[in-house]
């Protein structure tokens, strides 16, 4: 499987009268399961806005985003269906991604009836206890009565990964999803996102402004500026020879940083 941005372009009308904003202009990625590539950039450089295009959620203005070569514009029911299901989203749990007034196990039983992953209340069970094992969320039946509010962040974002993979996606594309944690607890969340990469075979388009946190965990890095990408290469050529400007600033700017801390 493949979801690709094909020179993905989205301009937003100006608001009262404002000029037209282009919040991403012609940008090409190419994502795959097994394979974690990062999108990198500051505030405003149209990170968000490629997430929501590649998940369908608001159309190009000009290019394509497509999977295994159809684009999503042209998909019939039944492509878009596999489409739905294939490529999930997890977002920031601040975002309001969890209702406070749903357990655990209601909120990924939910999904799973939803989307016919599961038919008998047994197998609900059986695939709701299956994800949350896999996001380390164990054992799974001291979680399945609980309510967000008696949940820590970092096990929110795992509930909200689990929610995710219960229907079997190939792709997932993470924007922000763990920008809120604090260090430690963020990276354990990585560690288990990487994990996922080679236990269920999913593949990511993760998406921060944080470059650091993707130096362990990313196969591929993309930069953002202004709606651009300005370069892109693997995790290691990206740290080790950047060779943009705005690469360059974005890793002193983060050893500024560390050398503060
Ligand atoms: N619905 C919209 N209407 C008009 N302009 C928008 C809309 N959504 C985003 N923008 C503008 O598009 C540009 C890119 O925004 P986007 O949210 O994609 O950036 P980002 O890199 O994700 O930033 P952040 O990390 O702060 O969310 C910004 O200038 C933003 O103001």
Request: net charge positive; with cysteine.
């Given at each position: 499987?493949?979801?690709?941005?094909i020179s993905?372009t989205?301009?937003?009308?100006?608001?009262?009268?404002?000029?037209?904003?282009?919040?991403?202009?012609?940008?090409?990625?190419?994502?795959?399961?097994?394979?974690?590539i990062?999108?990198?950039g500051?505030s405003?450089s149209?990170?968000?806005t490629l997430a929501r295009?590649?998940?369908?959620?608001?159309?190009?203005?000009?290019?394509h985003?497509?999977?295994?070569?159809?684009?999503?514009?042209?998909?019939?029911r039944?492509?878009?269906?596999?489409?739905?299901t294939s490529?999930?989203?997890?977002?920031?749990d601040p975002a309001?991604?969890?209702?406070?007034r749903?357990?655990?196990?209601?909120?990924?039983?939910?999904?799973?009836q939803?989307?016919?992953?599961?038919?008998?209340?047994?197998?609900?069970?059986?695939?709701?206890?299956?994800?949350?094992?896999?996001?380390?969320?164990t054992?799974a039946?001291?979680?399945l009565?609980?309510?967000?509010?008696?949940?820590?962040?970092g096990?929110?974002?795992?509930v909200?990964?689990?929610?995710?993979?219960?229907?079997?996606?190939?792709i997932?594309?993470?924007d922000?999803?763990?920008?809120?944690?604090?260090?430690s607890?963020?990276?354990?969340?990585?560690?288990?996102?990487?994990?996922?990469?080679?236990?269920?075979?999913?593949?990511?388009?993760f998406?921060?402004?944080?470059?650091?946190?993707?130096?362990?965990?990313?196969d591929?890095?993309?930069?953002?500026?202004?709606?651009?990408i300005?370069?892109?290469?693997?995790?290691?050529?990206i740290f080790?020879?950047?060779?943009?400007?705005?690469?360059k600033?974005?890793?002193?700017s983060e050893?500024?940083l560390?050398?503060?801390?």
């Amino acid at each position: 499987m493949r979801l690709e941005a094909i020179s993905a372009t989205k301009t937003f009308r100006g608001r009262r009268g404002a000029a037209p904003v282009n919040a991403v202009n012609a940008a090409s990625i190419v994502a795959e399961p097994g394979r974690f590539i990062a999108i990198v950039g500051e505030s405003g450089s149209g990170k968000s806005t490629l997430a929501r295009m590649l998940l369908g959620l608001i159309p190009v203005t000009e290019g394509h985003i497509e999977l295994d070569g159809v684009p999503i514009a042209t998909m019939n029911r039944s492509q878009r269906q596999h489409f739905r299901t294939s490529v999930q989203a997890v977002l920031q749990d601040p975002a309001g991604s969890l209702n406070p007034r749903k357990t655990v196990g209601r909120a990924i039983g939910e999904i799973i009836q939803l989307h016919r992953m599961a038919s008998t209340r047994a197998e609900v069970r059986e695939k709701i206890e299956e994800v949350l094992e896999l996001v380390r969320l164990t054992p799974a039946s001291a979680y399945l009565d609980r309510y967000p509010s008696e949940l820590s962040g970092g096990q929110r974002q795992r509930v909200l990964i689990a929610r995710a993979i219960a229907l079997d996606p190939r792709i997932i594309v993470a924007d922000e999803c763990v920008s809120a944690l604090d260090a430690s607890v963020k990276a354990g969340v990585l560690r288990l996102l990487r994990g996922l990469t080679e236990r269920i075979g999913v593949g990511y388009v993760f998406i921060t402004h944080d470059l650091p946190v993707v130096k362990k965990v990313a196969d591929e890095v993309h930069v953002m500026r202004h709606g651009e990408i300005v370069e892109s290469g693997t995790t290691e050529q990206i740290f080790n020879a950047p060779a943009h400007p705005y690469t360059k600033s974005l890793l002193e700017s983060e050893l500024t940083l560390d050398a503060i801390a």
